[in-house]
């Protein structure tokens, strides 16, 4: 059950990355200043341990793909707490273009379909 949550939220944030890829654009960049970076490693680390634990006992290649993606959100999180290594991701987000985030966005929209069809 709480797999097909995230899914649904995964798949509408990314229909919505979709339409508005300036959106995501801003939001990754708000998303590690300095003043929110707390909140943001807690996010992720609970949205990709809760990935992780959720798929555990769920059989398939779908559900190790997408247990792959949770542990990378935590390992994602745990690199996030350093100041320079935050820096550098707002500099990498802020280089790429907008065709970038439509396939960012499009990513994300997969994998939440795929988590809602698990």
Known sequence: ML??????????SGLFWLIW???????????TGWKIRRLTFGVMLLVGVMM?????????TLSKIL???GMLLTIKAVRLITS???????????????VFFRL????????GISM???
């Open 3 to 12: 797999v097909k949550i995230l899914g649904y939220v995964w798949a509408l």
């Open 104 to 111: 960012w966005a499009l990513g994300v929209l997969a994998v």
């Open 84 to 98: 320079r290594a935050a820096e550098g991701l707002t500099e990498w987000w802020a280089a790429r273009s907008m």
């Open 67 to 69: 247990m792959v993606v």
């Open 52 to 60: 992780v634990g959720s798929l555990f006992r769920i059989p398939g």
């Open 21 to 31: 890829p300036g959106c995501l654009k801003w939001w990754l960049m708000t998303m």
């Open 116 to 118: 809602v069809m698990v």
